[in-house]
């Protein structure tokens, strides 16, 4: 689907990857579940193509998804790094967001990547910035080679995830006709997903129900149109919840009539911010984002606020701003 596009490069990585009898899949910080799918996809495809090289997967773990959905990240000691080595680097559009800076030491460097190309760091690099998910572009990588190395059901069921969670379950904008043929494609693998990821991704415990009400209650609606909820250090410690999960339910707030814009915002006590995760139904919100040292897609990005008091008032001024205009 996009192989025309990235024809050359395609030929290229494949030519790495057989070149290099080590090779490590990185990712962004603070995976989602495109992060994980698109960098679990893509090692369960080399690790089944490929059965007689050294392949690892690097990152922090995360509370978000449970290990049914995805495996714990592997522990790879210093020495595999001293090594000569492969490094493949999925669904981060710079390096700063790069989870394990040891990617710095591989002899080639590969970005496959759907946000804006703020910087093109790889040796090689394919990015689409209009697709719905990275693991979109895997999936078309991997469905380019698969007469010769085939793409397995886990594979399949790893890049499937990445599709629809970036994609918010194909409810935004960017999930198009080729994220649907993708999709297909991957089903035609023996995905099933009701049973192999669905009922894994929407598992939930009594602290999640507890965490919904708090954010139920504590939503505080503009007449700008806008729709957030605040969580402070104290709220995370009283819910028994660490802040990775603080965007757990932002989709409550995402189909509300007259709420065009919504985020949450969730301390980082050890660093001294707070994380503020926004979305739209179709306003950019890319540049308020990256106004407050963020960025991302157009109806989805991240940013981040030293002073609550102080930058919290203008970035709502920003962002009703952006309604506004939309209107006029």
């Given at each position: 689907?996009?192989?025309?596009?990235?024809?050359?490069?395609?030929?290229?990585?494949?030519?790495?990857?057989?070149?290099?009898?080590?090779?490590?899949?990185?990712?962004?910080?603070?995976?989602?579940?495109?992060?994980?799918?698109?960098?679990?996809?893509?090692?369960?495809?080399?690790?089944?193509?490929?059965?007689?090289?050294?392949?690892?997967?690097?990152?922090?773990?995360?509370?978000?998804?449970?290990?049914?959905?995805?495996?714990?990240?592997?522990?790879?000691?210093?020495?595999?790094?001293?090594?000569?080595?492969?490094?493949?680097?999925?669904?981060?559009?710079?390096?700063?967001?790069?989870?394990?800076?040891?990617?710095?030491?591989?002899?080639?460097?590969?970005?496959?990547?759907?946000?804006?190309?703020?910087?093109?760091?790889?040796?090689?690099?394919?990015?689409?910035?209009?697709?719905?998910?990275?693991?979109?572009?895997?999936?078309d990588f991997?469905?380019?080679?698969?007469?010769?190395?085939?793409?397995?059901?886990?594979?399949?069921?790893?890049?499937?995830?990445?599709?629809?969670?970036?994609?918010?379950?194909?409810?935004?904008?960017?999930?198009?006709?080729?994220?649907?043929?993708?999709?297909?494609?991957?089903?035609?693998?023996?995905?099933?997903?009701?049973?192999?990821?669905?009922?894994k991704l929407?598992?939930?415990?009594?602290?999640?129900?507890?965490?919904?009400?708090?954010?139920?209650?504590?939503?505080?609606?503009?007449?700008?149109?806008?729709?957030?909820?605040?969580?402070?250090?104290?709220?995370?410690?009283?819910?028994?919840?660490?802040?990775?999960?603080?965007?757990?339910?932002?989709?409550?707030?995402?189909?509300?009539?007259?709420?065009?814009?919504?985020?949450?915002?969730?301390?980082?006590?050890?660093?001294?911010?707070?994380?503020?995760?926004?979305?739209?139904?179709?306003?950019?919100?890319?540049?308020?984002?990256?106004?407050?040292?963020?960025?991302?897609?157009?109806?989805?990005?991240?940013?981040?606020?030293?002073?609550?008091?102080?930058?919290?008032?203008?970035?709502i001024k920003?962002?009703?701003?952006?309604?506004?205009?939309?209107?006029?």
């Amino acid at each position: 689907m996009y192989e025309k596009e990235f024809k050359k490069e395609y030929k290229l990585i494949l030519k790495a990857i057989k070149e290099y009898d080590n090779i490590c899949v990185f990712r962004h910080q603070r995976p989602d579940g495109d992060a994980f799918g698109t960098q679990m996809g893509l090692v369960t495809w080399l690790k089944d193509n490929f059965p007689n090289k050294t392949i690892h997967y690097v990152g922090n773990n995360t509370s978000t998804y449970g290990e049914d959905l995805f495996p714990y990240m592997e522990v790879v000691e210093d020495d595999f790094f001293e090594k000569d080595f492969l490094a493949i680097i999925v669904d981060t559009g710079n390096t700063k967001r790069i989870d394990d800076d040891r990617w710095q030491k591989a002899k080639l460097k590969v970005k496959f990547d759907h946000h804006p190309p703020v910087e093109q760091y790889g040796d090689i690099n394919v990015v689409a910035n209009e697709i719905a998910a990275c693991a979109e572009l895997i999936a078309d990588f991997c469905f380019y080679y698969s007469k010769k190395y085939p793409v397995s059901k886990l594979a399949a069921t790893y890049l499937a995830t990445g599709i629809i969670t970036d994609s918010g379950r194909f409810q935004f904008e960017s999930a198009n006709d080729v994220t649907f043929k993708t999709f297909a494609k991957l089903l035609e693998c023996g995905v099933l997903p009701f049973k192999d990821i669905y009922l894994k991704l929407y598992a939930k415990d009594i602290s999640s129900l507890v965490f919904q009400k708090f954010a139920l209650n504590n939503m505080v609606f503009t007449e700008g149109g806008l729709a957030y909820y605040i969580l402070k250090q104290k709220d995370l410690d009283e819910l028994g919840i660490d802040n990775e999960r603080g965007k757990e339910h932002l989709s409550l707030m995402s189909n509300i009539n007259g709420v065009e814009i919504w985020f949450c915002i969730t301390e980082i006590s050890e660093k001294n911010e707070f994380r503020v995760s926004i979305r739209s139904k179709l306003i950019d919100i890319s540049g308020v984002a990256s106004k407050y040292r963020g960025g991302g897609h157009k109806q989805a990005s991240g940013a981040t606020l030293y002073n609550l008091e102080e930058e919290l008032p203008l970035m709502i001024k920003d962002l009703e701003e952006l309604i506004k205009n939309e209107v006029r």
